[in-house]
């Protein structure tokens, strides 16, 4: 099969002929019709995280694709089922994380496109276990990103703990922030954004954000937020990956607000210890979702509640996609054709 390969973390991939996997017990043949490309496979390839993947491997966590094949002991999926690959590709199912309902924190949590290849591929392996199953007549290309960057910014938005009819922040507007906007409106929240692009604010406004502030060219993004919404939001999710723009958030929360982290800058910020106490803050970390979080993010995608903006790109451009991706000149989310 053709797959996009990181053969180490100076070079670009390699796209070249590797040999087809095969299901072990547990697991499913996909051949992948369409992978969305996140931000996370950009770190991934360049190994910017403390704990690396071993090279040589296959980026990709938001794949969707058909069955082919089963291992033994798998009666979840069968050949011709529609399914995707996540982050969040396995978990041990039986430790204090995994039997508690917080299984996304299970130390030995296996990951797509990281510890396990991923969708960057024309064929690739699922835990037939832990798999998203899409629901017929969906568009693949629009539910990719629901994979990753939907689930993860609506597990973000519910820990914000923002009720129907209060103000959330979202923080960058990029393939996570503008789809976080969609959710955060159909969950009921009022939305505000900050970007520091005109054309992300822009994105922002036409999937329902009220206000959208330009905090390159707003001299006090923190006051014209707090001002627009009479006090501060009630809560907010931070996608962006600048570091300025956590410090930002937590000045825009009002009093008890409740800030969500997803964004991972290389960067650290400062947290006001005072202002955090004195004002009965919340800062807290959210990664991706469970399979109930996921299966909850599809819904809101299968009635037509959310539409990521896409553009359709064919694997060959990995290597243009992340040098855009890194320059912040993708507006929404790349989706690659695997047949292109």
């Known amino acids: 099969m053709k ?26 043949l996909v051949k992948v019709l369409y992978s969305g490309v996140c931000h996370t496979d950009l770190h991934a390839a360049h190994g910017d995280w403390p704990v690396k993947p071993v090279v040589p491997f296959i980026p990709g966590h938001e794949g969707v694709g058909e069955v082919v094949a089963v291992g033994d002991g798998v009666k979840r999926l069968g050949v011709g089922d529609t399914v995707g690959n996540a982050w969040f590709w396995s978990a041990c199912g039986a430790c204090e994380f995994c039997v508690t309902g917080r299984e996304t924190l299970c130390p030995d949590q296996r990951n797509g496109g990281y510890s396990v ?69 159909a969950m009921g929240m009022r939305v505000v954004a900050v970007d520091v692009s005109d054309d992300k604010c822009a994105l922002a406004r036409r999937h329902g954000a009220e206000l959208a502030v330009n905090a390159l060219t707003d001299p006090d993004p923190e006051g014209t937020v707090k001002e627009f919404t009479g006090g501060g939001v009630h809560g907010g999710l931070v996608t962006a990956v600048n570091g300025k723009a956590f410090s930002q958030a937590v000045g825009s929360l009002r009093r008890g607000g409740t800030l969500s982290l997803v964004g991972l800058p290389p960067e650290q910020f400062p947290l006001d210890i005072f202002s955090t106490v004195l004002l009965g803050l919340t800062v807290r970390g959210s990664i991706v979702g469970t399979r109930a979080d996921l299966a909850e993010a599809v819904d809101f995608f299968a009635r037509g509640l959310i539409e990521p903006t896409y553009t359709l790109r064919p694997l060959t451009d990995v290597n243009a996609v992340f040098d855009e991706m890194a320059a912040g000149r993708i507006e929404g989310r790349v989706v690659m054709d695997m047949s292109a």
């Not at 597990?155 to 923002?162: H, N, T």
């Open 3 to 28: 797959a996009a390969v990181v053969k180490d973390f100076t070079s670009p991939l390699v796209v070249e002929e590797v040999e087809l996997p095969a299901p072990g017990p547990g697991q499913a």
């Open 117 to 185: 290849d991923g969708s960057f591929g024309q064929y690739m392996l699922v835990d037939a276990a832990y798999a998203p199953v899409l629901p017929a007549g969906v568009d693949l290309r629009a539910a990719a990103p629901i994979l990753c960057a939907g689930v993860t910014v609506y597990k973000g938005l519910k820990e914000s703990e923002v009720a129907p009819g209060q103000w959330v922040l979202v923080s960058g507007v990029g393939g996570l922030g503008h789809i976080a906007v969609q959710y955060a409106r």
